[in-house]
């Protein structure tokens, strides 16, 4: 029996994940709430009233500050309130106003020691999504990640070591899925209850995969390992949504290739 075994969604790119018990999908869109939000490095060139797809590192992102792992983060979109809790203190800040969003940005530029001139930005643009693969299509903008635990489990065997399913950021974790068939199956369907996903792109990892979520260390040299035991550095599956409804923890899920 294939299974959903987490869901969860980044509200704001780069920072922590917010598990979700269910949640509702609409077709042609992303996890709602997911990686709307991201802290610009200086000199990024985004504009948040002409949006474009902007390549990951001109985020604060864990490809370069590992840093961010040890950083837990709860952002609520309605009242815009960002919680941080690092080095056993936690600092609150109101993203709805720019006193408070400067004062975020600064905390955080300091607790990672950035090398920039100037602190990051806190920016939106809503639809726009911050995603990694938002470089590649508005499509690909709003698809949703898919990571097989048994593919994870089978990295573990081969490298002979724990390896976390956080380190991936995935928005769903599946289970009873064969090893690896979500590389060998693109163009998939994924049926889970009302809800339809197509399997659109291989998820080729990068070096933010080598910081462990749990020490904030880099311990793994997962894309290199990766490609070194398979040929490839995929690890998981980016789907789009064909048709819309609820999914929920627990929720079974049959495939159609």
């Known amino acids: 029996m294939i299974t959903i075994k987490r869901i969860q969604r980044f509200p704001i790119k780069g920072l922590s994940p917010e598990g979700l018990d269910n949640v509702t999908l609409h077709p042609g869109e992303g996890v709602p709430g997911d990686r709307m939000y991201g802290f610009a490095r200086h000199g990024s060139g985004f504009d948040p009233e002409n949006p474009k797809p902007l390549p990951k590192d001109r985020f604060v992102v864990l490809l370069n500050q590992a840093g961010l792992a040890g950083v837990h ?12 809790v690092a080095g056993g203190a936690k600092h609150v800040f109101d993203m709805s ?73 995935g928005n769903l974790e599946l289970d009873g899925l064969p090893p690896w068939w979500e590389l060998e199956n ?20 990068c070096a933010a995969t080598e910081v462990n979520p749990t020490t904030a260390e880099r311990d793994l040299r997962l894309p290199y390992l990766l ?29 159609d290739v």
């Open 227 to 255: 490609r070194k035991e398979l040929g490839h550095m995929d690890m998981g599956a980016y789907a789009q949504v064909i048709e819309g409804g609820i999914l929920q923890v627990g929720q079974t899920v049959t495939c």
């Open 186 to 205: 693109i163009d998939a369907i994924l049926q889970m209850g009302d809800v339809k996903l197509q399997l659109i792109m291989r998820t080729k990892r």
């Open 73 to 84: 983060s709860t952002f609520s979109p309605d009242t815009s309130e960002l919680s941080v």
């Open 97 to 169: 106003a720019k006193p408070g969003r400067d004062s975020a940005a600064a905390w955080l530029a300091d607790h990672l020691k950035l090398q920039d001139e100037i602190p990051p930005n806190f920016v939106s643009a809503a639809p726009h999504r911050f995603t990694d693969v938002s470089v590649v299509s508005p499509q690909m903008m709003n698809a949703i990640s898919i990571i097989n635990r048994a593919s994870v489990r089978d990295l573990e065997v081969r490298l002979g070591t724990k390896v976390d399913p956080a380190r991936f950021r």
